[in-house]
């Protein structure tokens, strides 16, 4: 009922009773504002198309209902066309669930653990290719049949020097393993090992399918809410793979850099236009390149948040970048490649777009590498919501880093997300004179 007492939303995401340090959860689901299944169900007509710029307002107003989050979380990423029909999207669906089913019979047939329930977190060969065969390797590998780790070595290397993509991907399984060992264990849903299984499986087949980048530290922190949204493990996969789409680039690595340092600079540039004292202190004590930062652009806000919280962070940032391109910009390139610009189609209506996406249409605020993603904003606006306390209390960069570590479970995720987008609109302002 419109007016009535909102709801608390932990009770679809719960922590395990021994878990007593974990954030409370701000977010409430809160009749009349949050995007409800009633109103979700609403905004479609009959054929399955969408009215997707009445969503994107719902969403900013109030979040997603956390039964339907999953399913509107495929078009805000771009899984599906809002025009598209129920039935196209069935279909799209099913070839999509084939082509996963695909990759993960490819990569089973490489290393018989994936899709097996298990995963693993030892090392399975040596960098220079040779298996290892660690007592706890070989237990790791036993798949409880007549084989085991031994037969699938000797199968192995009867093949001959392995395939130096092969060899990386090998080596890179036991570190996903890592992660996945420490990826949201607060959750009861993680007590159970088929799950972490199917996040170990989604993990090593994009690292397969990804030439480029691979697999890095913080993709489990961005894949995990896929795999407890979505039941089906396809389907998680490409919400994933979407999302990556936005995100790989900052984890490319050069050797020299890495991709997010781009956005550190971006950052620097807008921390010196909004709150330039606090740019100047933050220099003079030696965090002018923002390196402090890295952490809430690489996995999005995962630790500056409960794990709801940053749920909802998600949804109203991908609302208000929303650009209803996507879905034909994602298609038009393969699996592992990012947002590209450019794309020629039938213009799109500025009502379909989301507000920050609106302002960079109307204001050009696009840099040379593209859009900036307005998670650099929602840095400078925690920044500058905790500019008395930076400017006041840090005397170097271990204070910074506790300050910041310190507001964890105590942002405000629709504060934080106004804030970004008046430090953008203000910042386009004065990079225009």
């Given at each position: 009922?419109?007016?009535?007492?909102?709801?608390?939303?932990?009770?679809?995401?719960?922590?395990?009773?021994?878990?007593?340090?974990?954030?409370?959860?701000?977010?409430?689901?809160?009749?009349?504002?949050?995007?409800?299944?009633?109103?979700?169900?609403?905004?479609?007509?009959?054929?399955?198309?969408?009215?997707?710029?009445?969503?994107?307002?719902?969403?900013?107003?109030?979040?997603?209902?956390?039964?339907?989050?999953?399913?509107?979380?495929?078009?805000?990423?771009?899984?599906?066309?809002?025009?598209?029909?129920?039935?196209?999207?069935?279909?799209?669906?099913?070839?999509?669930?084939?082509?996963?089913?695909?990759?993960?019979?490819?990569?089973?047939?490489?290393?018989?653990?994936?899709?097996?329930?298990?995963?693993?977190?030892?090392?399975?060969?040596?960098?220079?290719?040779?298996?290892?065969?660690?007592?706890?390797?070989?237990?790791?590998?036993?798949?409880?049949?007549?084989?085991?780790?031994?037969?699938?070595?000797?199968?192995?290397?009867?093949?001959?020097?392995?395939?130096?993509?092969?060899?990386?991907?090998?080596?890179?399984?036991?570190?996903?393993?890592?992660?996945?060992?420490?990826?949201?264990?607060?959750?009861?849903?993680?007590?159970?090992?088929?799950?972490?299984?199917?996040?170990?499986?989604?993990?090593?087949?994009?690292?397969?399918?990804?030439?480029?980048?691979?697999?890095?530290?913080?993709?489990?922190?961005?894949?995990?809410?896929?795999?407890?949204?979505?039941?089906?493990?396809?389907?998680?996969?490409?919400?994933?793979?979407?999302?990556?789409?936005?995100?790989?680039?900052?984890?490319?690595?050069?050797?020299?850099?890495?991709?997010?340092?781009?956005?550190?600079?971006?950052?620097?540039?807008?921390?010196?236009?909004?709150?330039?004292?606090?740019?100047?202190?933050?220099?003079?004590?030696?965090?002018?390149?923002?390196?402090?930062?890295?952490?809430?652009?690489?996995?999005?806000?995962?630790?500056?948040?409960?794990?709801?919280?940053?749920?909802?962070?998600?949804?109203?940032?991908?609302?208000?970048?929303?650009?209803?391109?996507?879905?034909?910009?994602?298609?038009?390139?393969?699996?592992?490649?990012?947002?590209?610009?450019?794309?020629?189609?039938?213009?799109?209506?500025?009502?379909?777009?989301?507000?920050?996406?609106?302002?960079?249409?109307?204001?050009?605020?696009?840099?040379?590498?593209g859009p900036l993603p307005i998670s650099v904003f929602l840095v400078a606006s925690v920044l500058k919501d905790k500019s008395y306390k930076l400017m006041t209390e840090a005397r170097g960069l271990d204070d910074v880093v506790k300050i910041l570590n310190d507001m964890t479970g105590n942002l405000d995720a629709k504060k934080t997300c106004s804030g970004a987008i008046k430090i953008h609109k203000r910042y386009l302002r004065k990079a225009k004179k």
């Open positions: 009922m419109w007016g009535g007492a909102a709801e608390p939303a932990d009770s679809y995401y719960q922590v395990r009773p021994e878990c007593t340090d974990v954030p409370k959860t701000r977010f409430r689901i809160k009749p009349g504002k949050t995007l409800s299944v009633r109103k979700w169900r609403a905004v479609f007509v009959q054929e399955g198309s969408l009215d997707i710029g009445k969503t994107l307002r719902r969403i900013r107003r109030g979040g997603i209902h956390p039964s339907i989050r999953g399913e509107v979380w495929e078009f805000l990423l771009g899984c599906y066309d809002p025009m598209s029909t129920f039935e196209e999207r069935e279909q799209i669906r099913q070839r999509r669930r084939l082509q996963y089913a695909s990759w993960k019979e490819e990569c089973k047939q490489m290393f018989p653990v994936i899709g097996s329930g298990r995963f693993m977190t030892a090392p399975v060969i040596s960098e220079n290719g040779q298996p290892n065969y660690d007592p706890l390797v070989l237990q790791e590998i036993n798949l409880g049949t007549n084989s085991n780790g031994s037969d699938f070595f000797k199968e192995l290397t009867s093949r001959g020097p392995l395939d130096k993509k092969v060899t990386q991907w090998l080596l890179t399984l036991h570190q996903i393993g890592l992660d996945v060992n420490r990826t949201d264990r607060a959750l009861v849903f993680y007590e159970k090992k088929e799950n972490l299984s199917k996040l170990w499986d989604i993990l090593s087949i994009y690292a397969w399918i990804d030439n480029d980048v691979g697999y890095c530290q913080g993709m489990s922190d961005l894949c995990s809410p896929m795999i407890i949204l979505l039941e089906d493990e396809a389907d998680a996969f490409w919400c994933f793979e979407r999302l990556m789409r936005r995100l790989r680039g900052n984890f490319r690595s050069t050797g020299r850099s890495v991709g997010v340092e781009a956005q550190l600079t971006h950052l620097s540039s807008i921390t010196q236009i909004v709150d330039p004292k606090l740019h100047q202190h933050l220099d003079k004590l030696g965090g002018g390149d923002y390196l402090f930062a890295i952490r809430m652009l690489m996995v999005q806000f995962r630790r500056e948040f409960s794990f709801c919280d940053s749920l909802y962070l998600w949804e109203m940032m991908w609302a208000l970048e929303y650009d209803p391109d996507l879905f034909y910009v994602y298609e038009a390139h393969q699996c592992g490649s990012e947002k590209t610009e450019g794309l020629k189609g039938k213009p799109k209506s500025i009502k379909q777009c989301g507000k920050y996406e609106r302002q960079n249409m109307r204001n050009g605020g696009k840099s040379a590498e």
